[in-house]
Protein backbone atom coordinates (compact mmCIF):
# COMPACT_ATOMS: atom_id res chain seq x y z
CA UNK A 1 0.00 0.00 0.00
CA UNK A 2 1.23 3.33 -0.68
CA UNK A 3 1.31 5.86 2.26
CA UNK A 4 0.30 9.36 1.70
CA UNK A 5 4.22 10.75 1.57
CA UNK A 6 4.35 8.14 -2.05
CA UNK A 7 1.77 9.13 -3.47
CA UNK A 8 2.82 13.19 -2.95
CA UNK A 9 5.76 11.82 -4.56
CA UNK A 10 4.21 10.58 -7.51
CA UNK A 11 2.04 13.58 -8.16
CA UNK A 12 5.34 16.17 -8.21
CA UNK A 13 7.09 13.32 -10.21
CA UNK A 14 4.09 13.47 -12.69
CA UNK A 15 4.06 17.08 -12.70
CA UNK A 16 7.62 17.89 -13.14
CA UNK A 17 7.62 15.72 -16.38
CA UNK A 18 4.77 17.19 -17.50
CA UNK A 19 6.22 20.56 -17.36
CA UNK A 20 9.24 19.35 -19.22
CA UNK A 21 7.63 17.81 -21.93
CA UNK A 22 5.33 20.76 -22.60
CA UNK A 23 8.42 23.50 -22.56
CA UNK A 24 10.78 20.92 -24.68
CA UNK A 25 7.79 20.57 -27.15
CA UNK A 26 7.20 24.56 -26.87
CA UNK A 27 11.24 24.86 -27.89
CA UNK A 28 10.74 22.86 -31.17
CA UNK A 29 7.49 24.79 -32.52
CA UNK A 30 9.83 27.75 -32.28
CA UNK A 31 13.25 26.12 -32.99
CA UNK A 32 14.21 27.68 -36.53
CA UNK A 33 17.16 24.80 -37.05
CA UNK A 34 15.48 21.46 -37.73
CA UNK A 35 17.73 19.26 -36.53
CA UNK A 36 17.59 20.58 -32.81
CA UNK A 37 14.28 20.65 -33.04
CA UNK A 38 13.97 17.24 -33.65
CA UNK A 39 16.21 16.91 -30.57
CA UNK A 40 13.57 18.59 -28.52
CA UNK A 41 11.08 16.82 -29.68
CA UNK A 42 12.82 13.65 -29.12
CA UNK A 43 13.48 15.38 -25.21
CA UNK A 44 10.01 16.44 -24.71
CA UNK A 45 8.69 12.56 -25.89
CA UNK A 46 10.79 11.05 -23.06
CA UNK A 47 9.32 13.34 -20.71
CA UNK A 48 6.01 12.15 -21.81
CA UNK A 49 7.06 8.62 -21.41
CA UNK A 50 8.12 9.60 -17.52
CA UNK A 51 4.98 11.30 -17.23
CA UNK A 52 2.61 8.56 -18.53
CA UNK A 53 4.75 6.01 -15.68
CA UNK A 54 3.77 8.28 -12.16
CA UNK A 55 0.35 8.65 -14.28
CA UNK A 56 -0.32 4.93 -13.92
CA UNK A 57 0.48 4.25 -10.78
CA UNK A 58 -1.27 6.24 -9.21
CA UNK A 59 -4.28 5.16 -11.17
CA UNK A 60 -3.20 2.07 -10.11
CA UNK A 61 -3.16 3.01 -6.17
CA UNK A 62 -6.97 4.30 -6.95
CA UNK A 63 -6.06 7.80 -6.99
CA UNK A 64 -7.69 10.49 -9.36
CA UNK A 65 -5.09 11.91 -11.95
CA UNK A 66 -6.23 15.65 -12.55
CA UNK A 67 -5.65 17.51 -16.02
CA UNK A 68 -2.63 18.57 -16.29
CA UNK A 69 -2.08 22.03 -15.87
CA UNK A 70 1.50 23.92 -16.76
CA UNK A 71 3.34 25.49 -14.26
CA UNK A 72 3.38 29.31 -14.45
CA UNK A 73 7.47 28.90 -14.81
CA UNK A 74 6.67 26.38 -17.50
CA UNK A 75 3.60 28.99 -19.05
CA UNK A 76 6.67 31.94 -18.72
CA UNK A 77 9.48 30.00 -20.36
CA UNK A 78 6.95 29.18 -22.93
CA UNK A 79 6.18 32.69 -23.85
CA UNK A 80 9.92 33.85 -23.75
CA UNK A 81 11.24 31.13 -25.83
CA UNK A 82 7.87 32.29 -28.39
CA UNK A 83 8.94 36.19 -28.06
CA UNK A 84 12.82 35.69 -28.10
CA UNK A 85 13.77 32.30 -29.06
CA UNK A 86 14.51 29.43 -27.68
CA UNK A 87 18.00 30.22 -26.80
CA UNK A 88 17.13 33.49 -24.77
CA UNK A 89 15.82 30.67 -22.55
CA UNK A 90 18.50 27.73 -23.17
CA UNK A 91 20.58 28.67 -20.55
CA UNK A 92 17.95 29.53 -17.66
CA UNK A 93 16.61 25.73 -18.68
CA UNK A 94 20.13 23.93 -18.09
CA UNK A 95 20.23 25.26 -14.91
CA UNK A 96 16.63 23.88 -13.88
CA UNK A 97 18.13 20.23 -15.66
CA UNK A 98 21.22 20.70 -13.91
CA UNK A 99 19.11 20.74 -10.63
CA UNK A 100 16.40 17.82 -11.71
CA UNK A 101 19.08 15.16 -12.64
CA UNK A 102 19.88 14.10 -9.21
CA UNK A 103 15.99 14.03 -8.08
CA UNK A 104 15.54 10.72 -8.68
CA UNK A 105 18.30 9.75 -6.49
CA UNK A 106 16.81 7.36 -3.49
CA UNK A 107 13.71 7.39 -5.02
CA UNK A 108 13.00 3.27 -4.93
CA UNK A 109 10.84 2.34 -8.02
CA UNK A 110 13.03 0.22 -10.87
CA UNK A 111 11.60 2.86 -13.46
CA UNK A 112 13.38 6.03 -11.52
CA UNK A 113 16.69 4.32 -11.97
CA UNK A 114 16.36 4.67 -15.69
CA UNK A 115 14.60 7.89 -15.26
CA UNK A 116 17.89 9.19 -13.66
CA UNK A 117 19.84 8.25 -16.27
CA UNK A 118 17.27 10.32 -18.91
CA UNK A 119 17.89 13.73 -16.61
CA UNK A 120 21.30 13.11 -16.23
CA UNK A 121 21.59 12.99 -20.35
CA UNK A 122 19.19 15.84 -20.38
CA UNK A 123 21.74 18.16 -18.07
CA UNK A 124 24.46 17.39 -20.47
CA UNK A 125 22.34 18.13 -23.89
CA UNK A 126 21.27 21.81 -22.46
CA UNK A 127 24.68 21.88 -21.10
CA UNK A 128 25.91 21.81 -24.20
CA UNK A 129 23.53 23.89 -25.93
CA UNK A 130 23.58 27.32 -23.30
CA UNK A 131 27.47 26.61 -24.57
CA UNK A 132 26.56 26.86 -28.02
CA UNK A 133 23.56 28.62 -28.18
CA UNK A 134 24.18 29.23 -32.13
CA UNK A 135 23.05 25.55 -32.32
CA UNK A 136 24.06 22.10 -32.60
CA UNK A 137 26.45 20.61 -36.12
CA UNK A 138 24.70 17.49 -37.77
CA UNK A 139 27.57 15.54 -35.79
CA UNK A 140 26.63 16.84 -32.32
CA UNK A 141 22.91 15.92 -33.25
CA UNK A 142 23.71 12.54 -33.70
CA UNK A 143 25.90 11.71 -30.68
CA UNK A 144 22.74 13.77 -28.32
CA UNK A 145 19.95 11.52 -29.76
CA UNK A 146 22.15 8.41 -29.82
CA UNK A 147 22.96 9.00 -26.16
CA UNK A 148 19.42 10.03 -25.15
CA UNK A 149 17.96 6.35 -26.73
CA UNK A 150 20.80 4.83 -25.06
CA UNK A 151 19.56 5.59 -21.82
CA UNK A 152 21.25 24.66 -20.01
CA UNK A 153 25.43 34.09 -20.71
CA UNK A 154 22.69 34.29 -19.10
CA UNK A 155 20.16 37.15 -20.87
CA UNK A 156 17.58 36.41 -18.05
CA UNK A 157 19.58 36.40 -15.34
CA UNK A 158 21.53 39.22 -16.29
CA UNK A 159 18.22 41.18 -17.22
CA UNK A 160 16.35 40.45 -13.30
CA UNK A 161 19.82 40.84 -11.75
CA UNK A 162 20.43 44.38 -13.60
CA UNK A 163 17.20 45.38 -12.77
CA UNK A 164 17.31 44.32 -9.12
CA UNK A 165 20.44 46.88 -8.12
CA UNK A 166 18.59 49.87 -10.03
CA UNK A 167 15.34 49.44 -7.71
CA UNK A 168 17.67 49.09 -4.45
CA UNK A 169 20.29 51.01 -5.06
CA UNK A 170 17.74 54.25 -5.93
CA UNK A 171 14.99 53.15 -3.93
CA UNK A 172 18.14 52.98 -0.69
CA UNK A 173 18.73 56.03 -2.00
CA UNK A 174 15.80 58.01 -1.86
CA UNK A 175 14.62 56.75 1.34
CA UNK A 176 17.85 57.96 2.78
CA UNK A 177 17.65 61.27 1.63
CA UNK A 178 13.73 61.26 2.64
CA UNK A 179 14.76 60.52 5.91
CA UNK A 180 16.76 64.13 6.57
CA UNK A 181 13.47 65.37 6.36
CA UNK A 182 14.33 67.65 2.71
CA UNK A 183 11.85 68.72 0.59
CA UNK A 184 10.46 66.45 -2.45
CA UNK A 185 11.56 68.50 -5.19
CA UNK A 186 15.52 67.71 -4.02
CA UNK A 187 14.08 63.96 -3.09
CA UNK A 188 12.95 64.01 -6.65
CA UNK A 189 16.08 65.52 -8.13
CA UNK A 190 18.29 63.10 -6.02
CA UNK A 191 16.77 59.82 -7.28
CA UNK A 192 16.81 61.25 -10.97
CA UNK A 193 20.78 61.28 -10.35
CA UNK A 194 20.72 58.46 -8.79
CA UNK A 195 19.35 56.68 -11.65
CA UNK A 196 21.63 58.88 -14.33
CA UNK A 197 24.73 58.01 -12.26
CA UNK A 198 24.07 54.25 -11.82
CA UNK A 199 23.05 53.18 -15.03
CA UNK A 200 25.71 55.15 -16.85
CA UNK A 201 28.64 53.40 -14.21
CA UNK A 202 26.74 50.23 -15.13
CA UNK A 203 26.99 50.87 -18.52
CA UNK A 204 30.93 51.91 -18.31
CA UNK A 205 31.39 49.28 -16.49
CA UNK A 206 30.03 46.88 -19.07
CA UNK A 207 31.56 48.48 -21.54
CA UNK A 208 34.98 47.83 -20.26
CA UNK A 209 34.45 44.42 -19.53
CA UNK A 210 33.09 43.28 -22.81
CA UNK A 211 35.71 45.07 -24.75
CA UNK A 212 38.37 43.70 -22.66
CA UNK A 213 37.43 40.29 -23.45
CA UNK A 214 37.38 41.10 -27.07
CA UNK A 215 40.77 42.34 -26.91
CA UNK A 216 42.29 39.38 -24.76
CA UNK A 217 40.44 37.15 -27.37
CA UNK A 218 41.68 39.06 -30.83
CA UNK A 219 45.33 38.96 -29.09
CA UNK A 220 45.18 35.10 -28.39
CA UNK A 221 43.79 34.64 -32.01
CA UNK A 222 46.49 36.70 -33.09
CA UNK A 223 49.08 34.44 -31.24
CA UNK A 224 47.37 30.97 -32.30
CA UNK A 225 47.38 32.23 -36.27
CA UNK A 226 51.00 32.81 -35.40
CA UNK A 227 51.30 29.40 -34.35
CA UNK A 228 49.70 28.16 -37.57
CA UNK A 229 51.92 30.31 -39.44
CA UNK A 230 55.55 29.39 -38.08
CA UNK A 231 54.52 24.97 -36.96
CA UNK A 232 51.64 23.85 -38.30
CA UNK A 233 52.04 19.88 -37.71
CA UNK A 234 52.09 21.40 -33.99
CA UNK A 235 49.09 22.60 -34.32
CA UNK A 236 47.81 19.56 -36.40
CA UNK A 237 48.66 17.56 -33.71
CA UNK A 238 47.16 19.32 -31.09
CA UNK A 239 43.61 19.79 -33.15
CA UNK A 240 43.84 15.71 -33.36
CA UNK A 241 44.25 14.88 -29.57
CA UNK A 242 41.23 17.56 -29.33
CA UNK A 243 39.28 15.25 -31.43
CA UNK A 244 40.45 12.00 -29.68
CA UNK A 245 39.35 13.42 -26.21
CA UNK A 246 36.33 13.88 -28.22
CA UNK A 247 35.84 10.27 -28.55
CA UNK A 248 37.20 9.89 -31.94
CA UNK A 249 39.31 7.18 -33.00
CA UNK A 250 43.13 8.47 -33.40
CA UNK A 251 43.52 7.51 -37.20
CA UNK A 252 40.13 9.87 -37.83
CA UNK A 253 40.97 12.75 -35.53
CA UNK A 254 44.52 12.89 -37.57
CA UNK A 255 42.58 12.61 -40.82
CA UNK A 256 39.94 15.50 -39.58
CA UNK A 257 42.62 17.52 -38.15
CA UNK A 258 44.96 17.32 -42.12
CA UNK A 259 41.21 18.06 -43.48
CA UNK A 260 40.88 21.47 -41.45
CA UNK A 261 44.32 22.43 -41.53
CA UNK A 262 44.01 22.40 -45.37
CA UNK A 263 42.17 25.76 -45.13
CA UNK A 264 44.52 28.32 -43.14
CA UNK A 265 41.50 30.62 -42.55
CA UNK A 266 38.94 27.33 -41.58
CA UNK A 267 41.87 26.36 -39.56
CA UNK A 268 42.31 29.08 -37.43
CA UNK A 269 38.29 29.60 -36.69
CA UNK A 270 38.38 25.96 -35.54
CA UNK A 271 41.35 26.31 -33.63
CA UNK A 272 40.16 29.47 -31.92
CA UNK A 273 36.94 27.08 -31.26
CA UNK A 274 38.17 24.16 -30.27
CA UNK A 275 41.63 25.11 -28.72
CA UNK A 276 40.37 28.35 -26.73
CA UNK A 277 36.92 28.17 -26.87
CA UNK A 278 36.19 31.06 -28.33
CA UNK A 279 34.05 32.02 -31.39
CA UNK A 280 36.01 34.65 -33.60
CA UNK A 281 32.16 35.71 -35.18
CA UNK A 282 31.70 36.85 -31.71
CA UNK A 283 34.15 37.82 -29.35
CA UNK A 284 32.26 37.62 -26.72
CA UNK A 285 29.66 40.01 -28.26
CA UNK A 286 29.43 43.79 -28.94
CA UNK A 287 30.36 46.22 -26.10
CA UNK A 288 28.13 48.99 -27.33
CA UNK A 289 25.21 46.57 -27.11
CA UNK A 290 26.76 45.06 -23.33
CA UNK A 291 26.76 48.53 -22.29
CA UNK A 292 23.23 49.53 -23.54
CA UNK A 293 21.44 46.92 -22.30
CA UNK A 294 23.09 47.27 -19.14
CA UNK A 295 21.88 50.95 -18.88
CA UNK A 296 18.33 50.21 -19.72
CA UNK A 297 18.12 47.51 -17.26
CA UNK A 298 19.07 49.28 -14.57
CA UNK A 299 17.29 52.77 -14.91
CA UNK A 300 13.97 49.91 -15.49
CA UNK A 301 14.73 48.94 -12.10
CA UNK A 302 16.03 52.62 -10.68
CA UNK A 303 12.88 54.40 -12.21
CA UNK A 304 10.42 53.04 -10.18
CA UNK A 305 11.34 54.32 -6.47
CA UNK A 306 11.67 57.58 -8.15
CA UNK A 307 8.20 58.13 -10.34
CA UNK A 308 5.98 58.49 -7.25
CA UNK A 309 7.71 61.43 -6.49
CA UNK A 310 6.33 63.19 -9.73
CA UNK A 311 2.72 63.11 -8.33
CA UNK A 312 3.32 62.61 -4.27
CA UNK A 313 5.05 64.60 -1.80
CA UNK A 314 6.03 64.38 1.84
CA UNK A 315 4.80 61.45 3.70
CA UNK A 316 2.55 60.04 0.69
CA UNK A 317 5.21 60.48 -1.54
CA UNK A 318 7.36 58.28 0.85
CA UNK A 319 4.86 55.63 1.12
CA UNK A 320 3.55 55.48 -2.43
CA UNK A 321 7.64 55.12 -2.97
CA UNK A 322 7.43 52.57 -1.02
CA UNK A 323 4.69 50.53 -1.86
CA UNK A 324 6.02 51.05 -5.93
CA UNK A 325 9.28 49.22 -4.58
CA UNK A 326 8.25 46.77 -2.36
CA UNK A 327 5.80 45.48 -5.91
CA UNK A 328 8.77 45.52 -8.10
CA UNK A 329 10.89 43.52 -5.35
CA UNK A 330 8.41 40.98 -5.23
CA UNK A 331 8.17 40.80 -9.13
CA UNK A 332 12.07 40.65 -9.12
CA UNK A 333 11.92 37.47 -6.44
CA UNK A 334 9.43 36.17 -8.38
CA UNK A 335 11.32 36.15 -11.03
CA UNK A 336 14.13 34.53 -10.17
CA UNK A 337 12.64 31.58 -9.30
CA UNK A 338 12.50 31.04 -13.23
CA UNK A 339 16.12 30.40 -12.90
CA UNK A 340 16.27 28.56 -9.47
CA UNK A 341 12.76 26.80 -9.47
CA UNK A 342 11.90 27.65 -5.95
CA UNK A 343 8.46 29.31 -4.44
CA UNK A 344 7.20 32.55 -6.38
CA UNK A 345 5.63 33.20 -3.22
CA UNK A 346 8.03 32.86 -0.48
CA UNK A 347 11.41 34.51 -3.34
CA UNK A 348 9.35 37.33 -3.82
CA UNK A 349 8.74 37.80 -0.19
CA UNK A 350 12.44 37.74 0.71
CA UNK A 351 13.40 39.87 -1.99
CA UNK A 352 10.77 42.51 -0.37
CA UNK A 353 11.52 42.17 3.04
CA UNK A 354 16.01 42.90 1.78
CA UNK A 355 14.91 45.70 0.22
CA UNK A 356 12.56 47.21 2.95
CA UNK A 357 15.33 46.89 5.04
CA UNK A 358 17.82 47.87 3.20
CA UNK A 359 15.39 51.05 2.73
CA UNK A 360 15.28 51.25 6.11
CA UNK A 361 18.43 51.32 7.29
CA UNK A 362 19.43 54.08 4.62
CA UNK A 363 16.12 56.37 6.01
CA UNK A 364 17.31 55.76 9.40
CA UNK A 365 20.50 56.95 8.65
CA UNK A 366 19.53 59.76 6.86
CA UNK A 367 17.24 61.03 9.23
CA UNK A 368 19.58 60.83 12.20
CA UNK A 369 21.78 63.24 9.84
CA UNK A 370 19.60 65.51 9.21
CA UNK A 371 18.52 65.67 12.40
CA UNK A 372 22.30 66.22 13.75
CA UNK A 373 22.74 69.06 10.90
CA UNK A 374 19.30 70.84 12.08
Known amino acids: MLNHEDIKRYQGNRQAERDAQTLYRCLAEHEENPDLAAVYRKLSETEGGHADVWEDKLRQ ?57 HERTHARVFGYLARNSNGLDGRAVA ?35 AGAGVGSETILLTGLAGLLAGAISMALGEWLSVQSA ?19 SEEMEELSLIYQAKGIAPDSARAMAERVLADKDIALKT ?27 FALGAVIPVLPYLFFSGPQGILASAAASALGLYIIGAAITLMTGQSAILS ?7 GLAAAGVTFGIGHLIGVSLG
Open 61 to 117: ADVTVPPYRPSWRTRVLCRMAAMFGPSFVVPTIAGIERGAKSEYDGQPEPEAQAMSA
Open 143 to 177: RFEGRHRGAGGNALRAGVLGANDGLVSVFSLVMGV
Open 214 to 232: RELYQHQIAIEAQELEENP
Open 271 to 297: LAREELSIDPAELGGSAWEAALTSFLL
Open 348 to 354: GLRQVAF
